[in-house]
């Protein structure tokens, strides 16, 4: 009975909507916005932030990639196509004569800078990639190469005794200088 | 002839500034809507144009402005053109009645106005009831001449909730008319002066405080707003009556929102909560000497009240959700109905028992 008449005087006294609207005010009087004006200012970063994909030099200016496809192989969307070839005259040495990323495939798993044997991929933190025509994302070597050349100005040293004929394999040396910060 | 000329020539000016006025509230509403909205949802709103986004009405007017004017395949032309100013002109000629400020007279060349009302006639609730209702019109036409079936649902819904609220809203004014013993938005602002508790809602013999919410509510619901506003509820009928408009047509629509809005926050003040008079009697500027600028107090007092309806609004908008439509109906009939009935027939005891009331 009293619940009852607890619940009636609620209801006519309108109290779960008065409630409601002192939430509302609160949050009016205790104005904390949690908006990121995104243009103006923007998130900061994880360390491990995935962002678009670069391939890499050699401190000399070299490339790195050795095209041996391992890339191509690991991507689950098919996003690479490496066309390698012999470098002329060096019948052991490889290197990639064409190299494409469709990105609008790409969904930023990096099992392909995982699968690099020479670390010739990396990583950007660039988001901003948003185009006005889709075949804009269809990316070359030499773009791929621009993009690592602005977001990785420190690059790897290529090491001294590796011959240049030599594709150089970092899995076994766990001792190797690493890929500057 | 030449005080006639002359009166047509003051009438028009005060027109020409009351319209200014509602236009620049329009404008104001449009921004502060969803500022305050953002605020009570830990947003920012509009923050690009201008400092702060205070410059984006204006950024948002001249979008409607310049956008292309499109009239659907099937539609009625006739009634889709004539839709938005049905909807647009009474909401905007209803201001006609309303007492801005107090009710004193100017002498200019010789002739006597009252420069805080465009007119005072004797029905002048009556007049705001009548033309809010050819508002409607305005509505159900639109969605019918749009040849859409959003449109017409938006018009339908809107037509049966606009004649039902509307009947609360007479009714829930009714106990204030027997207080007053008048029609006329002036006579009874000025039965309402002295210490606030002589506005209607707290007035003796008989409080209108139950008259204060049905209408408050009932207003809500005629102007299609939140929680109300199954009329363009958009995550059901996209945008209701106006799907199909655009450019300036949408924006009469829009504007007649609005309007309906500021009319009915105007009306509220001026029944229930003393229109133009502060809370106390006379006026602070009156007390202090400055008798000739005590107007601008009354003026201050009466756009403070309509503005905290308006802020009513936008905060009920922030809170609530929708009703389902079978609830609005019940909720108008079975419950608002009888209160308003109950509240004139008590509200005309009392009067009876209490003539002269206070």
């Known amino acids: ?181 | 002839m030449a005080e006639l000329a002359l009166r047509m020539a003051f009438s028009l000016a005060q027109i020409a500034v009351v319209m200014g006025v509602i236009m620049l509230t329009v404008m104001i509403l449009t921004l502060a809507e969803r500022k305050v909205l953002g605020w009570m949802q830990d947003r920012m709103g509009p923050m690009e144009v201008g400092p702060y986004g205070l410059l984006q009405p204006i950024a948002d007017g001249l979008k409607l402005f310049f956008k292309e004017d499109i009239v659907p395949a099937g539609a009625n032309k006739f009634l889709f053109s004539l839709a938005p100013i049905l909807a647009l002109v009474p909401a905007l000629i209803g201001f006609a009645v309303v007492p801005f400020g107090p009710d004193s007279t100017i002498e200019l060349f010789g002739i006597k106005f009252k420069p805080f009302i465009i007119s005072d006639i004797n029905i002048g609730i009556l007049y705001v009831l009548a033309f809010t209702s050819i508002g409607a019109y305005g509505i159900i036409l639109g969605g019918w001449a749009s040849n859409s079936k959003y449109s017409l649902l938006g018009g339908l819904r809107s037509a049966a909730q606009i004649i039902s609220y509307e009947l609360n809203v007479g009714l829930a004014i009714v106990g204030v008319l027997l207080l007053a013993g008048s029609l006329s938005l002036v006579t009874i602002t000025q039965a309402q002066a002295g210490w606030f508790w002589n506005w209607y809602i707290f007035a003796p013999p008989f409080p209108q405080i139950f008259a204060f919410v049905v209408y408050v509510i009932s207003a809500v619901a005629e102007t299609n707003r939140v929680p109300f506003d199954l009329p363009e509820a958009e995550s059901e009928l996209v945008a209701g009556f106006f799907t199909e408009y655009s450019g300036m047509r949408f924006a009469f629509f829009f504007i007649a929102e609005y309007g309906n809005m500021i009319l009915v926050s105007c009306i509220a003040a001026a029944l229930f909560l003393g229109g133009w008079n502060a809370p106390y009697p006379g006026t602070a500027l009156a007390r202090l000497g400055f008798a000739q600028f005590a107007w601008a107090e009354n003026v201050v007092w009466f756009a403070a009240k309509v503005y905290f309806f308006l802020f009513l609004f936008f905060w009920l908008r922030a809170t609530l959700p929708r009703l389902r439509y079978d609830q609005l109906m019940r909720f108008g009939w079975k419950v608002m109905l009888p209160i308003a009935l109950g509240n004139i027939l008590v509200t005309a005891i009392a009067a009876y028992l209490f003539p002269g009331g206070r």
């Open chain 1, 1 to 181: 009975m009293l619940t009852k008449f607890k619940t009636w005087l609620k209801t006519i006294t309108f109290y779960e909507i008065l409630v409601g609207m002192a939430a509302t005010m609160k949050h009016l009087l205790r104005y904390k916005p949690i908006t990121l004006q995104y243009p103006h200012e923007k998130r900061t970063l994880p360390d491990s932030y995935r962002g678009m994909l670069a391939l890499l030099r050699y401190d000399d200016g070299t490339e790195k990639c050795v095209g041996c496809d391992l890339c191509e192989a690991a991507c689950p969307s098919r996003v690479i196509r490496v066309v390698s070839s012999e470098v002329p005259g060096e019948p052991t040495k490889r290197f990639a004569k064409e190299y494409y990323m469709d990105m609008t495939r790409c969904l930023f798993c990096g099992m392909c800078v995982d699968a690099c044997p020479v670390d010739a991929l990396g990583m950007t933190r660039e988001y901003e990639w948003a185009v006005y025509d889709k075949r804009h994302l269809h990316l070359n070597k030499q773009q791929l190469l621009a993009i690592g050349d602005r977001s990785y100005p420190v690059r790897e040293k290529r090491l001294e005794f590796q011959h240049p004929n030599v594709a150089f394999f970092n899995v076994a040396f766990k001792n190797l200088p690493q890929k500057g910060s």
